[in-house]
């Protein structure tokens, strides 16, 4: 069975695929989720996604628009209320709409990530990082002791330079485990500066801070730093929020450096602040003790 357009006409596929969300058949869901057509299956849904987010955004200009004339005068509380019940009645329906399509598209977005080989990406280059790193952080730790590296010692940090990888940062071109190890490190310090201010405002005096009473304040700070698209791919690979994925990350982050250390259950898990010249020197711009 093939479906009626062609894998470059997304104008049909949209049609089709709108048609199917409001279907939900089962065998329709199998074929758009096919090698054949899940490409375009995850191109159509994400443009989708993108329309309502754009359509959001207008309405929510027009919302303060009109709260603004309603003020002047230039229409009544009467008018204003009637328009604001209507964009609400639209809001509800499109909400229930772009939770339909997220469904969808977490299933058609992991089929798409495996027929790419996305996954198997993504932990190779987890795995190159975490090896890069730890061998960045030997030499940070051999050249701070003050002792002469060893030949092996040497051989292996030229590695870091020496051996390369695809670009992740735009799909082209190769680059040096070195500069991969840099800039991933210099992004986690980005977060780790954010989370050393929230821990310290949190804290107070206190040397010790449940790790939810974090999280209002790091999802407020974060969650503008991270693309929509960003976003929307972490939760397609149905691994949850990348925020609160980010927050795990840097807390760790923050851990290797001493400056923080987790402890209790995960359920009431708390950061215990260690070193807080370290984490005051990291939030105010520089960057803290060597990992």
């Known amino acids: 069975m093939t479906l009626p357009y062609g894998s470059d ?15 939900r058949d089962d065998e329709t869901w199998r074929l758009l989720a096919s090698d054949a057509y899940v490409e375009q299956t995850d191109r159509v ?16 200009a027009e919302r303060a628009t009109a709260r603004a004339r309603a003020l002047d005068g230039e229409i009544s509380q009467a008018e204003y209320q009637r328009d604001a019940a209507e964009d609400a009645n639209r809001a509800t329906k499109t909400a229930h709409f772009e939770t339909l399509v997220r469904e969808h598209h977490r299933l058609i977005a992991a089929a798409a990530r495996r027929l790419r080989g996305d996954d198997v990406r993504d932990e190779l280059t987890d795995l190159v990082l975490a090896l890069g790193a730890a061998v960045d952080a030997h030499r940070a730790a051999v050249l701070a002791g003050g002792a002469e590296p060893s030949e092996a010692d040497r051989a292996l940090w030229a590695r870091l330079a020496t051996l390369d990888v695809p670009d992740t940062s735009d799909g ?6 070195e500069e991969l190890v840099r800039r991933h490190s210099s992004r986690q310090d980005d977060f780790g500066r954010v989370l050393a201010g929230i821990v310290l ?3 107070g005096d206190a040397t010790s801070v449940p790790r939810a009473a974090l999280l209002t304040a790091w999802k407020r ?7 929509a698209a960003q976003k929307n791919e972490f939760a397609a690979k149905g ?3 990348l925020v609160t994925e980010k927050l795990r990350k840097t807390m760790g982050h923050l851990e290797r450096k001493g400056l923080v250390k987790r402890s209790g259950t995960a359920d009431g898990q708390r950061l215990d602040v ?4 370290g984490l005051e020197a990291l939030a105010g711009g520089d960057g803290g003790p060597s990992a």
């Open 9 to 23: 006409d997304d104008h049909a596929a949209d049609r089709f695929v709108n048609n199917a969300l409001r279907s």
């Open 274 to 277: 260690l070193d807080r010249p």
């Open 221 to 227: 700070e974060v969650a503008p730093m991270l693309a």
């Open 239 to 241: 691994k949850g929020s």
């Open 201 to 203: 405002d949190v804290a």
């Open 45 to 60: 849904l994400r443009a989708m996604l993108d329309r309502i987010a754009a359509t959001r955004v207008h309405r929510t």
């Open 172 to 177: 082209e071109g190769r680059t040096s485990v």
